[in-house]
């Protein structure tokens, strides 16, 4: 067996063990283990191979991993930001940086700007971000 084919089912190995445990980690080894049976037809010294692996598999685990991860993970969301952020609504009293209510969905809420503007009465806001009970809005 050649070693190109060693290498190459190495990475096979590593891709069926990121199918059952999909954590973006055997990934890595996985892409290492592929680029190594293709670097292997030209370079044939086998510790020189082993420390190709070892070096790909660390500089994909620092730099690749996270981006995957990031474009991966999407979370649905849930609660709060999808139900009030990005919001529109119209204010019955007036929005400053210290104080403010705005009512949705039947709800009223503590507001304050976000930019620390004065919002009067009557004007459109939007909502910008929530933290606990106090909504951050900006005039549209």
């Known amino acids: ?25 055997f990934l890595n080894f ?18 020189g191979l082993i420390i190709i692996f070892f070096i790909l598999s660390f500089v994909s685990f620092a730099f690749l991993r996270p ?8 979370s649905t969301e849930t609660g709060v930001n999808s ?10 009293s007036e929005i400053t940086s210290s104080s403010g209510v705005i009512n949705i969905y039947g709800e009223r809420w503590e507001a304050r700007s976000d930019n620390g503007e004065t ?3 009557g004007s ?5 971000r929530n933290e606990s009970i106090i909504m951050y809005v900006s005039k549209i």
Do not use: R
């Not at 981006?67 to 999407?74: R, W």
């Open 119 to 121: 919002i009067p009465a």
């Open 67 to 74: 981006i995957l991860i990031k474009k991966f993970n999407k």
């Open 30 to 47: 996985a892409l290492a283990g592929f680029i190594c049976a293709v670097v292997s037809v030209v370079y044939k010294n086998v510790y």
């Open 83 to 92: 139900k009030y952020i990005d919001k529109i609504v119209k204010i019955d």
């Open 1 to 25: 067996m050649h070693l190109w084919q060693i290498l190459g089912a190495i990475g096979i190995a590593f891709l069926i063990l990121e199918m059952f445990t999909p954590s973006m980690f």
């Open 124 to 128: 459109e806001v939007k909502i910008v």
